[in-house]
């Protein structure tokens, strides 16, 4: 089993930044590339980003193109999403996804492994 854990959540001003992490434990050996998500309440669960197994393919949704930045550590088997000029409408639970293609997936039933979610408010 593969257990992933996010951190970093919390409240900030629009224009702000606030980076997430997401750290992966137990069957590591079995994922591959890793993706983010969010879900605002009352919408469905979007693609925000992903990340091949070696780092060097990473894909965007056009909403967060430009201001939002994934990047991972294999040595401490963790993912990171630096989120910046962030929105009000980027308010969401942002969670992280794991896969065993070493290929990223913009579907979220492309992931097999998924974390809890921590809240990120953008307000003023």
């Known amino acids: 089993q593969v257990q992933l854990v996010e951190s970093g959540g919390g409240l900030v001003q629009p224009g702000g930044s606030l980076r997430l992490s997401c750290a992966a434990s137990g069957s590591i050996f079995s994922i591959n590339a890793m993706g983010w998500f969010r879900q605002a309440p009352g919408k469905e669960r979007e693609f925000v980003a992903y990340?091949?197994?070696?780092?060097?393919?990473?894909n965007y949704a056009d909403a967060v193109k430009g201001r939002f930045t994934v990047s991972r550590d294999n040595a401490k088997n963790t993912v990171y999403l630096q989120m910046n000029s962030l929105k009000p409408e980027d308010t969401a639970v942002y969670y992280c996804?794991?896969?065993?293609?070493?290929?990223?997936?913009?579907?979220?039933?492309?992931?097999?492994?998924w974390g809890q979610g921590t809240q990120v408010t953008v307000s003023s």
């Open positions: 996804a794991a896969r065993g293609s070493v290929h990223g997936s913009t579907s979220a039933s492309g992931y097999g492994y």
């Open positions: 990340i091949s197994r070696s780092g060097g393919s990473t």
